[in-house]
C-alpha cells in the first residue's frame, strides 16, 4: 500500500464573517476552496500579493484559525479543527515578527517550558532536558535558558521562536514571513538554519514567503496566489521559470521587482 502524503489539504477555504451590529455583518473570502499535497522532507512557499490569502491559509493549516469549510489530513489521518493538542505536536507555526511574539516578563527557559507544560507529561527535570537539547539544535547556548528575549539579538530571538515551535517534534513547521524582515546575513543564517534542521530531522515546512530569491533557494513547491485564489501551482523551477498563465507571469514579475535575497555562505 503506497503512504499518505505528509500533508493533504482537501477543498480547504476561509470566510471571516464580522458582525458589524446587531443585523449587520461584513463576509470577506480569505482564500477560496483549495488542495494541495506536501511530502515528507519538502517545502512548500506561499506566495502572492498583498490579501491574497496567504496569512489566513498558514493561520488555517496551523490551527491558529478554523477553516470555514474543508480538510486537513496529516499521514492520512483527518485533524479535527478543536484538536489542539494532537494538531500542536504535528504542526506549528512561526508568527510573522518572532521578536514580538516572545513574552518579555518570560526567561527563554520558561517560554520554550510551556507547550511540554501543556501538551506533555515530562517531569520538570525531563522538561529541562529537553528545552537545553533544543537550544542547542537552534545554535544557542544553555545560557540562553536564563535569559530574558529582551536580553538577545534578533537574529536569538528567531532562534527561540524556531526552538518553540521545534520543542514537541513536530513534523511541519509553518512560517509565516518570519525571515522577510531580517538583515540579509541574519536571514542568510536562519535560513541555513532551518536548511540544516529539515535534512537532520526530515521537517516539513510551508513558508509564506516574498522574496523569490528564499523561495527559489529553499522551496520544492510554489502555490501562487491572488485574491484568494490559486493562480499557480507546482514544482519551483517550474513555477518560478515558466509561469503557465499571464496572471502568474504578472505576479512573479513583481517580485522580481523587488527581488533582494541571495544565498550565502557562512
Ligand atoms: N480577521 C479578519 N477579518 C476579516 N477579514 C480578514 C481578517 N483577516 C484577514 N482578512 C482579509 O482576508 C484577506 C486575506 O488576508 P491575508 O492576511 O490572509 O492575506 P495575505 O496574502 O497574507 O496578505 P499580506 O501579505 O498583506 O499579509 C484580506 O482581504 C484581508 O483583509
Same mark, same amino acid.
Given at each position: 500500500?503506497?503512504?499518505?502524503?505528509?500533508?493533504?489539504?482537501?477543498?480547504?477555504?476561509?470566510?471571516?464573517?464580522?458582525?458589524?451590529?446587531?443585523?449587520?455583518?461584513?463576509?470577506?473570502?480569505?482564500?477560496?476552496?483549495?488542495?494541495?499535497?506536501?511530502?515528507?522532507?519538502?517545502?512548500?512557499?506561499?506566495?502572492?500579493?498583498?490579501?491574497?490569502?496567504?496569512?489566513?491559509?498558514?493561520?488555517?493549516?496551523?490551527?491558529?484559525?478554523?477553516?470555514?469549510?474543508?480538510?486537513? !489530513?496529516?499521514?492520512?489521518?483527518?485533524?479535527?479543527?478543536?484538536?489542539?493538542?494532537?494538531?500542536?505536536?504535528?504542526?506549528?507555526?512561526?508568527?510573522?515578527?518572532?521578536?514580538?511574539?516572545?513574552?518579555?516578563?518570560?526567561?527563554?527557559?520558561?517560554?520554550?517550558?510551556?507547550?511540554?507544560?501543556?501538551?506533555?507529561?515530562?517531569?520538570?527535570?525531563?522538561?529541562?532536558?529537553?528545552?537545553?537539547?533544543?537550544?542547542?539544535?537552534?545554535?544557542?547556548?544553555?545560557?540562553? !535558558?536564563?535569559?530574558?528575549?529582551?536580553?538577545?539579538?534578533?537574529?536569538?530571538?528567531?532562534?527561540?521562536?524556531?526552538?518553540?515551535?521545534?520543542?514537541?517534534?513536530?513534523?511541519?513547521?509553518?512560517?509565516?514571513?518570519?525571515?522577510?524582515?531580517?538583515?540579509?546575513?541574519?536571514?542568510?543564517?536562519?535560513?541555513?538554519?532551518?536548511?540544516?534542521?529539515?535534512?537532520?530531522?526530515?521537517?516539513? !515546512?510551508?513558508?509564506?514567503?516574498?522574496?523569490?530569491?528564499?523561495?527559489?533557494?529553499?522551496?520544492?513547491?510554489?502555490?501562487?496566489?491572488?485574491?484568494?485564489?490559486?493562480?499557480?501551482?507546482?514544482?519551483?523551477?517550474?513555477?518560478?521559470?515558466?509561469p503557465?498563465?499571464?496572471?502568474?507571469?504578472?505576479l512573479l514579475q513583481?517580485y522580481?521587482?523587488?527581488?533582494?535575497?541571495?544565498?550565502?555562505?557562512?
Amino acid at each position: 500500500m503506497t503512504r499518505p502524503p505528509l500533508l493533504k489539504v482537501d477543498n480547504l477555504s476561509k470566510v471571516f464573517v464580522n458582525h458589524t451590529g446587531l443585523f449587520r455583518k461584513t463576509v470577506k473570502t480569505a482564500f477560496h476552496p483549495l488542495c494541495f499535497t506536501l511530502e515528507r522532507g519538502q517545502t512548500l512557499a506561499l506566495m502572492g500579493d498583498a490579501g491574497s490569502g496567504k496569512s489566513s491559509l498558514a493561520k488555517v493549516l496551523a490551527g491558529v484559525l478554523p477553516p470555514s469549510k474543508g480538510s486537513i !489530513y496529516i499521514d492520512g489521518e483527518k485533524i479535527e479543527a478543536g484538536d489542539y493538542k494532537k494538531r500542536c505536536q504535528l504542526i506549528r507555526m512561526i508568527f510573522q515578527d518572532p521578536g514580538t511574539s516572545l513574552n518579555p516578563r518570560s526567561r527563554i527557559g520558561q517560554i520554550l517550558e510551556a507547550p511540554l507544560l501543556l501538551n506533555t507529561d515530562l517531569d520538570p527535570e525531563q522538561r529541562e532536558a529537553l528545552v537545553l537539547d533544543t537550544l542547542r539544535m537552534v545554535g544557542l547556548l544553555p545560557d540562553h !535558558y536564563h535569559f530574558y528575549p529582551q536580553m538577545i539579538s534578533t537574529g536569538q530571538k528567531h532562534r527561540v521562536a524556531l526552538a518553540r515551535a521545534l520543542i514537541l517534534s513536530p513534523n511541519i513547521i509553518v512560517a509565516d514571513e518570519a525571515i522577510s524582515n531580517l538583515d540579509i546575513s541574519v536571514r542568510s543564517q536562519i535560513i541555513n538554519l532551518l536548511l540544516s534542521l529539515q535534512q537532520s530531522l526530515g521537517l516539513s !515546512y510551508v513558508l509564506v514567503a516574498n522574496d523569490l530569491g528564499v523561495v527559489r533557494h529553499i522551496s520544492d513547491q510554489v502555490i501562487l496566489m491572488h485574491e484568494g485564489h490559486v493562480v499557480e501551482a507546482g514544482p519551483t523551477l517550474r513555477v518560478l521559470n515558466n509561469p503557465q498563465s499571464e496572471q502568474a507571469a504578472r505576479l512573479l514579475q513583481s517580485y522580481n521587482n523587488e527581488y533582494r535575497w541571495r544565498p550565502a555562505r557562512f
